[in-house]
């Protein structure tokens, strides 16, 4: 039986990313450190495939957005990311 919405953590966090990107990585590696600890989902968007994202972010990937804002860019500082959630 699905969980209702209630049931399922809505994801506050965004990764935004591209391809071939090693900063981008390390980025997926901390967000998955920060939901073992905090439980918080989280989603990645490539802004390969959103031309106003690429835009607006293409120069500063990875960029980490909490509840739609910008977090941070190029690294994540897990510890402010847990604090602020």
Do not use: F, N
Not at 12 to 29: N, V, Y
Not at 37 to 58: H, K, M, S
Request: aromatic share 4%; charged share 30%; glycine share 4%.
């Amino acid at each position: 039986m699905p969980e209702s919405p209630a049931e399922t953590p809505r994801e506050r966090i965004t990764l935004l990313t591209t391809e071939h990107c090693h900063l981008c990585e390390q980025a997926r590696q901390d967000l998955d450190s920060v939901t073992a600890r905090t439980g918080a989902p989280w989603r990645e968007i490539d802004v390969a495939q959103d031309r106003e994202l690429a835009i607006e972010y293409g120069d500063r990937l990875p960029v980490v957005l909490l509840d739609g804002k910008e977090h941070a860019y190029w690294s994540v500082d897990a510890d402010r990311l847990i604090a602020d959630l």
